[in-house]
Structure formats: C-alpha cells, structure tokens
C-alpha cells in the first residue's frame, strides 16, 4: 500500500492525463515506478503522490505503446517502501485478490478494491491507432475504474501479481478487468530502463 503511488501528468498547457502506478525497485540513487503506457502519454512532466501524501517530480525513463508499460524514476530517498514482488504464475482461479489505486483521480487516490482472479492466460484485443493486437492478462471481478490503470494487483499477503491494464468496457458487461503478469512487466521494464 505504501508503495502505491497517483501520478498526475501534465505538459505546458497543464494537466493531460492521470493514474496510478508502484515501486517495484530501488537502487543506490533511484526508484523506480511502473506505469502504464497510456498513463504517461502525451505528458512532459510527472508529479508521483503517495499515499502518505508526501510528493516527487519524476522522470519518464522510457515506455512502450504495444505492451503499455512506462518506468518513471524518483530520487531514492523519497521512497519509503517498495513493492512486494511475486509470480502470476501462483496466482489460481478463486484467489482473492486486491486493486490500490486512482479511481475518478487524485480525490480517491490509495483506493483499494477486492475481487477474485476469474481468468488465467486469457488473451484480449486491444485496439490501437496503427491496429490490434493480442495481449495475456489476467482476469479478475475486482472494481477497476478510470484511475486505476497502471496500479498493483496483489494477493492476501501484498505481493504484486500484476499490474491493472485495462478494462472492458461495455455497456451490458459488468465486473471484468484485467491485468499484465507481474513477470511479464518486469521483462518489459527491464529493456525499458536500458533504454
């Protein structure tokens, strides 16, 4: 929960978008945030809050349109926790799990919501300007709102399992979200931070 974080993205004009995001690492001079893609899109400066309400300028490292992962990074010394990190690969249909995040903006920030995984190994659509692809997440019944995107989904005991993606948006459809193996965002970040 403490390593949770809302992160407000603005440019010139002012604020452009906004979500949620969490430490997953630390080093001798940084921290370093994951985020979704589309989170950070468009933005030029990055303003992280934690839930504590304590503030930091961050800066985007890198970030990937098709698998929608952003690193940010913070001075090390503003971090007070980071992450839990685990294996989607323990998680089995029925396992309770939890969301912390932004929903509807900074008002509702360290919101945290509770659900099952529904789904393992499911591979959605997702639509981009230059077309679709495929993407494996998981599922799972837990509130996911707008704000959300980019935050941890976690077990009974803390440990990340993912990080919350996306949701599927439909007007006779209620209670499914869905989110990026923790692995598989960790693989991504990893080349992101190389730049």
């Known amino acids: 929960y403490e390593s ?6 603005s440019k010139s004009r002012g604020v452009v978008s906004s979500g949620s995001g ?3 690492k630390k080093d001798d001079k940084y921290g370093y945030i994951l985020t979704n893609y589309h989170v950070i899109d468009g933005g030029t400066d990055f303003e992280v809050i934690f839930t504590d309400g304590n503030e930091a300028n961050a800066e985007l490292i890198s970030g990937d349109e098709y698998y929608d992962i952003a ?5 090390k010394d503003k971090i007070k926790k980071v992450s839990t990190i685990g294996d989607s690969s ?13 929903p509807l903006g900074k008002e509702y920030m360290g919101t945290i919501t509770k659900g099952i995984v529904s789904g393992i190994n499911r591979m959605v659509s997702v639509e981009l300007g230059s077309g679709s692809y495929l993407m494996e997440v998981i599922q799972t019944d837990a509130s996911i709102n707008s704000g959300n995107s980019g935050g941890p989904i976690c077990n ?14 439909d007007s006779t459809v209620e209670g499914m979200g869905f989110a ?5 965002a960790l693989m991504y970040a990893a080349s992101l931070e190389k730049g």
């Open 71 to 75: 690193v940010l990074k913070i001075d």
């Open 4 to 9: 949770s974080t809302y992160i407000e993205v």
């Open 156 to 169: 009974i005991n803390g440990v990340v399992g993912g990080i919350t993606n996306l949701k599927l948006v």
């Open 22 to 24: 969490f430490v997953y």
């Open 90 to 102: 323990n998680l089995e249909l029925g396992d309770t799990v939890f969301t912390v995040g932004a």
């Open 180 to 184: 990026i193996p923790i692995e598989d």
